[in-house]
């Protein structure tokens, strides 16, 4: 892949992991602050029904951080963008629109993701 394209997509996976790793940090600090004791019981359970969601959420991102630098580290190694089971044949692009939002899973060609 040209070495335009792939700063393209290495600039893209490093913010959208600084994002997630920020998203992270202020969630760890909401959820360690003194919350008040609440009186009334269903607003307890709302606000820990809010946090269960965020805490998801964030399970979800967790994932998405290992695929996020499995793709960083194939763009180090020369291997970000050819797919895995051809035995290196380059992948499409329409650079630079395609692939921006699913950058980090960027390694099988369409042959392998139909099958």
């Given at each position: 892949m040209e070495s335009e394209r792939l700063e393209y997509f290495r600039k893209l996976l490093?913010?959208?992991?600084?994002?997630?790793?920020g998203e992270a940090d202020k969630t760890r600090n909401d959820m360690t602050g003194v919350t008040a004791p609440f009186p009334d019981p269903t607003d307890r359970a709302t606000l820990e029904?809010?946090?269960n969601f965020t805490l998801r959420i964030r399970d979800r991102e967790r994932k998405l951080i290992s695929k996020i630098r499995e793709a960083l580290e194939r763009i180090d190694a020369g291997t970000y963008g050819y797919c895995e089971l051809c035995a290196g044949s380059q992948l499409?692009?329409?650079?630079?629109?395609?692939l921006s939002i699913?950058?980090?899973?960027?390694r099988l060609s369409l042959d392998h993701h139909t099958s």
């Open positions: 490093q913010e959208r992991l600084e994002e997630i790793l029904t809010d946090r499409p692009c329409q650079f630079p629109y395609q699913l950058s980090f899973n960027f």
